[in-house]
């Protein structure tokens, strides 16, 4: 019954994010609009409001091509497991409410990050379109090189908590947000998030100019409609645990949403305003910048958490 009890609200909170995800894509073509000077969806329902939905239903009802060279059952699959890697990742979200909740959060974040390299991976390779396979290779490439530095920068950040509960993490800010305290360390985790989630200035997956729509290329209707939902899963989970790491946590705060929105919004921001990066430039920045300097962090916080410990001891 207990279990039943879980998976009911697991269901619930996935729907509630599905939801979320469907007024983040409002919001971004409402931002872009203002930036580029236009109104943006303003038609259906009240203001735009029902645009998201009507996307939906367009999407889904569209006839859904068979691209008769393609490998049929990774082409199909891919999608779904998108999503699902995207909505299962929420796992880890520490709420007090009897959700699932357990000790090795973090870890089981960093594994699922690391399965959506798989998903898009496929996709781009059952296509047989040279254009989706030269997005996939790129993504995987892009997404390897930028979990080293973000799964160092959380390392350091887990040097400070002394475990890999995020709820530690409420506990620890209390008195004054990890962002005041690393701040050039969030900067460098933001920009890894938006590399992890293929965002411009680092969608080189999906570059439209070179690449007509990247590993999505040779999808439509329903399948489409399922990387894009996958996509938008993941901003707003990188941008849940962002609020959680660096801006004080405390998820059952109305304010804490509000720091979640914000970060979000910057996603859009970065989008509106910077063009996109040259791809040697982007790997360069992993390894030869990001890198060290997350590494030096890294020691930096553990010789830190060591003097003090000692230092208690004493």
Do not use: H
Request: aromatic share 18%; proline share 3%.
């Amino acid at each position: 019954m207990e279990v039943l009890v879980k998976l009911l609200k697991y269901l619930v909170l996935i729907i509630f994010i599905l939801v979320a995800v469907a007024f983040f894509t409002l919001l971004e073509r409402k931002v872009l609009g203002s930036i580029q000077i236009r109104k943006g969806p303003d038609k259906v329902g009240f203001v735009g409001l029902l645009q998201p939905f009507s996307d939906a239903v367009k999407l889904f009802t569209k006839e859904q091509i068979y691209p008769t060279v393609s490998n049929f059952i990774p082409y199909f699959v891919s999608p779904v497991v998108s999503l699902f890697v995207s909505l299962v990742v929420w796992l880890v979200s520490p709420y007090g409410v009897g959700f699932i909740s357990f000790n090795m959060s973090v870890l089981f974040f960093l594994c699922c990050m690391s399965l959506g390299v798989y998903s898009t991976m496929s996709a781009g390779w059952s296509s047989n379109s040279k254009y989706s396979l030269l997005g996939c290779l790129r993504a995987v490439a892009q997404t390897i090189s930028y979990e080293v530095s973000l799964a160092v920068i959380l390392l350091s950040m887990l040097f400070l908590v002394g475990g890999f509960n995020l709820i530690l993490f409420e506990c620890y800010q209390r008195d004054i947000w990890f962002v005041f305290v690393a701040f050039p360390l969030f900067l460098l985790w933001f920009t890894s998030c938006l590399a992890e989630t293929n965002r411009t200035p680092f969608d080189f997956a999906e570059g439209e100019s070179e690449l007509v729509s990247g590993f999505s290329t040779e999808y439509g209707s329903g399948g489409f409609a399922l990387i894009f939902m996958a996509e938008y899963a993941s901003i707003l989970f990188m941008s849940f645990i962002s609020s959680i790491i660096f801006l004080g946590s405390g998820l059952m705060s109305f304010f804490f949403y509000i720091k979640v929105s914000m970060v979000g919004f910057c996603f859009v921001w970065v989008r509106g305003t910077l063009p996109r990066f040259r791809y040697d430039k982007l790997m360069n920045l992993a390894w030869k910048s990001f890198l060290p300097v997350a590494l030096n962090f890294c020691s930096f916080f553990l010789g830190l958490k060591i003097m003090f410990e000692v230092l208690l001891m004493d």
